[in-house]
């Protein structure tokens, strides 16, 4: 029995392919250290509140692109994000339908806890 988690890979025209965990492989644990980085954070939630793929460069983050790309490698490597080529673009959409099937509730939860911590703090972005 191997001990690695299951994969799949998605392949863009242009022959690059991305890692994602299948649905029976996201751990709990994986998406709760990928939801607790706030720059992640903001990123899930751009992708919820979009509702449709984004490319990265659309998601503002005031990181290097070294930092913004390993934001999206955990998330992708965690079961939250999709990520796949469109010609120069990766482009990102949130894996609700899977969350929501694994975790019923969780990412909604995360959502408006986020979005109440928000008007709380006064941090709007």
Known sequence: MSTQPSTSTTAAPSGRT???PDRSAIRLEA???ALSDPMRLRVVRALASHGSEMACSD???DVSKS???HHFRVLREAGVISQIYRGTSKMNGLRRAD???IFPGLLDSVLAAAEGEERRL???R
């Open 18 to 20: 991305l890692e994602h």
């Open 31 to 33: 998406v709760l250290h």
């Open 59 to 61: 998601v503002e983050l």
């Open 67 to 69: 930092t913004c790309t």
């Open 99 to 101: 969350l929501d099937m």
């Open 122 to 124: 006064g941090t709007a």
